[in-house]
């Protein structure tokens, strides 16, 4: 029953470390999401992947790269943290079709100092 | 321009009465879906209702449903009987075009406060 699981819940980072966040989902969906939640921003996309070995921008790539190691596991690496990029970090995923609703992870909370 | 428009940054509402969450969107293409999600105090996000442009029917799941008036672009979520654990931020969310690896554009979202 464990869905869409992230790892670290909580991290703190000094500014210019590299950290990644780990995401796995057991529901073998073939499409995962990064989004961050910022406070009165709502949740923005930073990476997606539609399938295994794909992996395209979404709304605020910078700062960030991504890896879709197989159809479990999607990646969020930060190379060098940057105080801007403290946020709430959720992973999602969805097999299809369209009317499905994403699946998200209980999210990392993430402070760079 | 912003893609999901959520006017009410918080509302208030008596235990056991209804409540409309406000959701506007916009989009030119004739495909999409919209999506309500809830975030309690402890974070995760809970899917709730989805309504899909086509549907010719108001989409219901319990006590939420979905006033969808497609003319003017809104996609209002109306919880009925409402419960102290409903108190959360709810999450308006459109999905553009079809397939199954679609993106979602959030609104900023709504602070739900139920008050015994």
């Known amino acids: 029953n464990a869905g869409v699981t992230q790892t670290p819940k909580f991290q703190v980072l000094k500014t210019g470390q590299s950290m990644t966040l780990q995401c796995a989902q057991d529901m073998n969906h073939n499409s995962m999401y990064w989004y961050r939640q910022d406070p009165g921003m709502g949740l923005r996309l930073i990476y997606y992947?539609?399938?295994?070995?794909?992996?395209d921008k979404g709304e605020v790539p910078n700062g960030y790269n991504v890896s879709r190691l197989n159809k479990r596991e999607f990646s969020l690496r930060l190379e060098s943290a940057a105080p801007s990029q403290t946020s709430v970090y959720f992973c999602?995923?969805?097999?299809?079709?369209?009317?499905?609703?994403?699946?998200f992870g209980d999210g990392t909370r993430l402070s760079i100092l | 321009a912003q893609k999901i428009t959520q006017t009410q940054p918080g509302m208030f509402v008596q235990e056991k009465e209804a409540v409309t969450l406000d959701c506007t969107y916009d989009t030119s293409d004739p495909s999409y879906g919209l999506f309500w999600y809830k975030q309690p105090s402890s974070g995760e996000m809970i899917f709730l209702i989805y309504q899909g442009s086509y549907d010719q029917q108001n989409a219901t799941e319990g006590r939420y449903s979905l006033n969808f008036q497609k003319a003017r672009k809104s996609a209002n979520l109306v919880i009925s009987a409402s419960q102290l654990g409903d108190s959360a931020m709810y999450f308006c969310a459109m999905r553009e075009g079809g397939g199954s690896n679609y993106k979602l554009t959030f609104g900023k979202g709504t602070l739900l406060t139920v008050n015994p």
């Open positions: 999602a995923s969805i097999v299809g079709p369209s009317n499905q609703p994403q699946h």
């Open positions: 992947s539609a399938s295994e070995g794909t992996t």
